[in-house]
C-alpha cells in the first residue's frame, strides 16, 4: 500500500488540493458521487483545466455555482446533510470531521456556540465541493500514511463575509492552536492568503505527519494550481509514494503504554431533571469528551441531586467551560489536570461469518493484539440472528480475519 506526501508550495487550499488530486488521477466521478449522495449535483458544475504558475504546469480546479444567490449554511443544517447522507461509513467521517473543526473554530473566534455558527465562504458550495471531494479523493486512494510539509499562511487583508480580515484570517490562527500545527514564516511577508480556512482545516483532520518521511521513493505526483499570483509558483504538489521510514518526531508515539494529560471537570446539580441531566451528558460526548459518567447523590436540604464528570482533551478544557454553564444549571465548576497511561489502540474492520463488521484492537506492551467487535455491531447481529451476545462475540473471535484499519495506532 503507497502513502500520500502533501507538497504545500508554499501554502494550502482546498481548491488546489482538489486539482492536484485529479492530476494524480482520481477520477472526476469518484469525486462527485458524494456530492450526489447527499444530493448537491444540481447546485454546481465542477471543471478542471490545464494551467500554469510561474511557467509550472498543473490542474485548475473550478466550480461554478448554479444555486442561485449563495446560501448561508450553518453547522447544524451542514451536519444534518452528511450524517443523514448515504455514505460510507469511514466517508462520512472524515466529512463530519473536517466540517466539525471548522465550526469549533468558527464559534471559538466569533465567541458563539458552535451549534449557532453560520457558514458564510465555507458555506458556499464551491467550498463544500472543495472539502467533500478531497475528502473522497483520499478515501479512494486509501494511503497506509498521509504526510505533509508545514505550510506557510502568508500576510496582508482578504476579503470576506465579515468584510476585510488580516491575514491568516481567524479561523485559521484557531485551527493551527487547536491542532498544534508547525507552521513557516519564510514567506510571511508575502501579500496574500498562501493557506485558507478550508486548506488548514483537511490538513489538520487528514495528515497523520506534518513532516516527510526521512526517506521515500516518488511514484506518481499530481499538480493542483492556485487562482492568486505570486512572485514565485503557486501550487500544491500531491505525490504517492512509498516511504521507507517514519519521521522521528513521531517514534516518541509508539511509546506503548502512553502517557498524557488530560482534564477532569465535575459539578454537583440539584436543580435539573433526570431527562435535563441525560441530554446534557449526550451533548458533552458529542463535543468529544473522552467519557462523561453521572450518578444520584444527597445534596443539602435533602434534595436528589446528580454528580457529573467528564474526562476530556487537556486542549478543550476552556471549551467544555463553556458548555456547562450555557447547558446545565449549575454556578460552578470543578476542574483538575490528570495524566493516565493508556494502550495503543485503533478502530477497523474484520470479515467474520456475519460479514464485514466493526471491531476494535488494542496492542498489549507485549506486542499482542487483542480484538473486539464494537458493542453496536454485537446488538446488531444478537436482535438479527436471536442468539446471545456470549454466542456472537464467541463465533466472532473464532471466525475473525483479514482485518483492515480505518486509522493509525492513537
Same mark, same amino acid.
Given at each position: 500500500?503507497?502513502?500520500?506526501?502533501?507538497?504545500?508550495?508554499?501554502?494550502?487550499?482546498?481548491?488546489?488540493?482538489?486539482?492536484?488530486?485529479?492530476?494524480?488521477?482520481?477520477?472526476?466521478?469518484?469525486?462527485?458521487?458524494?456530492?450526489?449522495?447527499?444530493?448537491?449535483?444540481?447546485?454546481?458544475?465542477?471543471?478542471?483545466?490545464?494551467?500554469?504558475?510561474?511557467?509550472?504546469?498543473?490542474?485548475?480546479?473550478?466550480?461554478?455555482?448554479?444555486?442561485?444567490?449563495?446560501?448561508?449554511?450553518?453547522?447544524?443544517?451542514?451536519?444534518?446533510?452528511?450524517?443523514?447522507?448515504?455514505?460510507?461509513?469511514?466517508?462520512?467521517?472524515?466529512?463530519?470531521?473536517?466540517?466539525?473543526?471548522?465550526?469549533?473554530?468558527?464559534?471559538?473566534?466569533?465567541?458563539?456556540?458552535?451549534?449557532?455558527?453560520?457558514?458564510?465562504?465555507?458555506?458556499?458550495?464551491?467550498?463544500?465541493?472543495?472539502?467533500?471531494?478531497?475528502?473522497?479523493?483520499?478515501?479512494?486512494?486509501?494511503?497506509?500514511?498521509?504526510?505533509?510539509?508545514?505550510?506557510?499562511?502568508?500576510?496582508?487583508?482578504?476579503?470576506?463575509?465579515?468584510?476585510?480580515?488580516?491575514?491568516?484570517?481567524?479561523?485559521?490562527?484557531?485551527?493551527?492552536?487547536?491542532?498544534?500545527?508547525?507552521?513557516?514564516?519564510?514567506?510571511?511577508?508575502?501579500?496574500?492568503?498562501?493557506?485558507?480556512?478550508?486548506?488548514?482545516?483537511?490538513?489538520?483532520?487528514?495528515?497523520?505527519?506534518?513532516?516527510?518521511?526521512?526517506?521515500?521513493?516518488?511514484?506518481?505526483?499530481?499538480? &493542483?494550481?492556485?487562482?492568486?499570483?505570486?512572485?514565485?509558483?503557486?501550487?500544491?504538489?500531491?505525490?504517492?509514494?512509498?516511504?521507507?521510514?517514519?519521521?522521528?518526531?513521531?517514534?516518541?508515539?509508539?511509546?506503548?503504554?502512553?502517557?498524557?494529560?488530560?482534564?477532569?471537570?465535575?459539578?454537583?446539580?440539584?436543580?435539573?431533571?433526570?431527562?435535563?441531566?441525560?441530554?446534557?451528558?449526550?451533548?458533552?460526548?458529542?463535543?468529544?469528551?473522552?467519557?462523561?459518567?453521572?450518578?444520584?447523590?444527597?445534596?443539602?436540604?435533602?434534595?436528589? &441531586?446528580?454528580?457529573?464528570?467528564?474526562?476530556?482533551?487537556?486542549?478543550?478544557?476552556?471549551?467544555?467551560?463553556?458548555?456547562?454553564?450555557?447547558?446545565?444549571?449549575?454556578?460552578?465548576?470543578?476542574?483538575?489536570?490528570?495524566?493516565?497511561?493508556?494502550?495503543?489502540?485503533?478502530?477497523?474492520?474484520?470479515?467474520?461469518?456475519? &460479514?464485514?463488521?466493526?471491531?476494535?484492537?488494542?496492542?498489549?506492551?507485549?506486542?499482542?493484539?487483542?480484538?473486539?467487535?464494537?458493542?453496536?455491531?454485537?446488538?446488531?447481529?444478537?436482535?438479527?440472528?436471536?442468539?446471545?451476545?456470549?454466542?456472537?462475540?464467541?463465533?466472532?473471535?473464532?471466525?475473525?480475519?483479514?482485518?483492515?484499519?480505518?486509522?493509525?495506532?492513537?
Amino acid at each position: 500500500m503507497e502513502d500520500i506526501l502533501i507538497e504545500c508550495s508554499p501554502g494550502i487550499s482546498g481548491d488546489m488540493l482538489l486539482g492536484a488530486f485529479y492530476d494524480l488521477g482520481v477520477p472526476k466521478k469518484v469525486i462527485e458521487q458524494p456530492l450526489i449522495d447527499l444530493g448537491l449535483k444540481n447546485l454546481y458544475q465542477l471543471e478542471f483545466k490545464e494551467s500554469k504558475s510561474c511557467s509550472i504546469r498543473g490542474i485548475k480546479a473550478k466550480v461554478n455555482c448554479i444555486e442561485g444567490s449563495p446560501i448561508k449554511r450553518t453547522w447544524r443544517s451542514i451536519r444534518e446533510l452528511i450524517l443523514n447522507g448515504h455514505l460510507e461509513d469511514k466517508l462520512k467521517k472524515i466529512i463530519y470531521e473536517v466540517f466539525k473543526s471548522l465550526a469549533i473554530a468558527e464559534a471559538k473566534v466569533h465567541g458563539i456556540k458552535s451549534e449557532d455558527v453560520h457558514f458564510h465562504e465555507i458555506g458556499a458550495i464551491d467550498s463544500l465541493v472543495d472539502i467533500i471531494g478531497v475528502c473522497a479523493a483520499l478515501n479512494y486512494l486509501n494511503p497506509k500514511e498521509v504526510y505533509c510539509n508545514e505550510p506557510m499562511l502568508g500576510s496582508g487583508f482578504v476579503q470576506t463575509e465579515h468584510g476585510k480580515l488580516s491575514v491568516p484570517p481567524p479561523a485559521v490562527i484557531e485551527l493551527i492552536r487547536q491542532k498544534n500545527i508547525k507552521v513557516l514564516s519564510n514567506l510571511d511577508s508575502m501579500e496574500g492568503e498562501l493557506s485558507t480556512p478550508t486548506g488548514i482545516a483537511l490538513l489538520a483532520n487528514l495528515v497523520d505527519y506534518l513532516e516527510p518521511p526521512s526517506k521515500y521513493s516518488i511514484n506518481s505526483y499530481g499538480v &493542483g494550481i492556485g487562482n492568486l499570483k505570486f512572485p514565485c509558483p503557486n501550487l500544491v504538489r500531491v505525490y504517492k509514494i512509498t516511504s521507507f521510514e517514519k519521521p522521528s518526531v513521531n517514534d516518541n508515539e509508539q511509546i506503548n503504554p502512553k502517557c498524557e494529560e488530560i482534564s477532569i471537570q465535575e459539578a454537583w446539580i440539584d436543580d435539573q431533571t433526570p431527562e435535563d441531566i441525560s441530554n446534557f451528558a449526550e451533548k458533552l460526548r458529542n463535543e468529544g469528551a473522552y467519557d462523561v459518567s453521572y450518578q444520584a447523590i444527597n445534596m443539602k436540604k435533602n434534595r436528589i &441531586g446528580f454528580c457529573i464528570q467528564v474526562i476530556l482533551p487537556i486542549e478543550k478544557k476552556e471549551f467544555f467551560r463553556r458548555l456547562w454553564f450555557d447547558y446545565s444549571n449549575t454556578i460552578g465548576v470543578r476542574e483538575r489536570t490528570q495524566s493516565r497511561w493508556t494502550l495503543l489502540r485503533r478502530r477497523g474492520e474484520c470479515s467474520t461469518t456475519f &460479514g464485514n463488521i466493526k471491531v476494535k484492537q488494542t496492542l498489549k506492551p507485549d506486542g499482542s493484539i487483542t480484538l473486539k467487535p464494537e458493542n453496536d455491531e454485537v446488538l446488531r447481529l444478537t436482535l438479527k440472528h436471536k442468539i446471545s451476545t456470549y454466542e456472537i462475540r464467541k463465533k466472532i473471535k473464532e471466525s475473525s480475519k483479514n482485518f483492515k484499519a480505518f486509522e493509525n495506532w492513537k
